[in-house]
């Protein structure tokens, strides 16, 4: 029966995170506010909010750290999976997209903070101000920092303007607010009935994180990319994803100022699997997207492969990070 229920309240998320994908896209169409803004920073964060709030669930209301960490670090190596699926599933429309430059410092800003929580994880470094964890203060400032060069793009777009919505920008706005509100309380119970499966099961809790919230939460991230890659629009798309994987880490902030239990930064072997296969999967799906704007005329004889390997070796990671968490 909790099996049931989670699932169930996984399809609720899913659902007002259409919707809210939906009214962002008009609001897109209606102003000129920057593409890449749009998809990396507004559908990002929109996308991201059964994360942000299932993660202050977990540390506020039920002292799991664990939780917490594998919710976040599973999200974002299955939204990698997932940008990954999509590269390989339209070949064709991601070789032609145009892709904003913002995006490139996007790439190496997250396998950056990989490697810092790697580093600083792997050496037991920690310091607190204000009884905030220093990890969690650079985690921000990365997240502050990518935000404004999202801030800054140029505005690439790749989709039609397509028909225009009769709604009012107050009727948008009202419904955009009903939405939010129920995609919280639908994160909020999904974190429940997460935390009631991992007790009756015996699932570990970074397990139970990064598989049944991690991969719950990422729907949002996973139904809005599938539609903008069917419009072509790998542009609004890949800032969807990396967006959202850097704001994942930026809710680690929030949930470190929600927790009183000690430090939030708990390392377990699942931590180390999600932080290894993260780290790879990174750098594995930068290597199509720089090379698109990078390397696309100095190596024109790697095209038939960059566009195919790293992605399917994403793809081997993950599953990789799945068969040894068994």
């Keep these: 029966m909790i099996i049931i229920g989670y699932l169930i309240l996984a399809v609720i998320v899913m659902g007002f995170s259409i919707q809210l994908s939906n009214y962002v896209d008009i609001i897109d169409k209606r102003t000129s506010i920057s593409g890449a803004f749009i998809g990396g920073v507004i559908l990002a964060a929109i996308t991201s909010l059964p994360e ?66 790697i580093v600083v994880l792997g050496l037991g470094l920690e310091f607190t101000i204000f009884n905030v964890s220093i990890h969690s203060i650079v985690l921000l ?32 706005i009202f419904r955009f607010v009903l939405c939010s509100v129920g995609l919280v309380a639908a994160s909020i119970a999904l974190t429940y009935a997460t935390d009631a499966i991992a007790s009756r099961y015996q699932i570990g809790t970074t397990l139970a994180g990064a598989l049944l919230l991690g991969v719950a939460t990422s729907l949002p991230e996973l139904t809005s990319s599938i539609n903008l890659a ?8 890949t800032g969807n994803i990396l967006g959202s994987n850097l704001f994942n880490f930026a809710i680690l902030t929030v949930a470190d100022l929600t927790y009183a239990g000690g ?48 992605p399917a070796l994403v793809l081997a990671s993950y599953f990789a990070f799945l068969a040894l968490s068994v």
Excluded: C
């Design 141 to 172: 400032a990365v997240y502050l920092y990518g935000v404004r060069t999202m801030s800054a793009d140029d505005g690439v777009s790749n989709s039609d303007d397509g028909a225009s919505s009769q709604l009012s920008m107050k009727q948008i």
């Design 263 to 310: 430090s939030l930064y708990v390392t377990t072997s699942q931590t180390w699997l999600l932080l290894i296969f993260g780290l790879a999967s990174a750098i594995f799906i930068a290597m199509p997207i720089l090379y698109k704007s990078k390397g696309r005329r100095k190596y024109p004889r790697l095209r038939k492969t960059i566009y195919f390997i790293p």
């Design 52 to 117: 942000l709030f299932t993660s202050i669930s977990a540390t506020a209301l039920l002292g799991q750290p664990e939780l917490v960490i594998g919710n976040i670090l599973g999200s974002d190596i299955f939204n990698t999976a997932v940008l990954s699926s999509l590269f390989l599933a339209f070949p064709k429309r991601f070789r032609r997209a145009r892709i904003g430059a913002s995006h490139n410092l996007s790439l190496v800003l997250v396998a950056a903070i990989y490697l810092y929580l």
């Design 230 to 237: 069917k419009l072509g629009n790998f542009n609004a798309m």
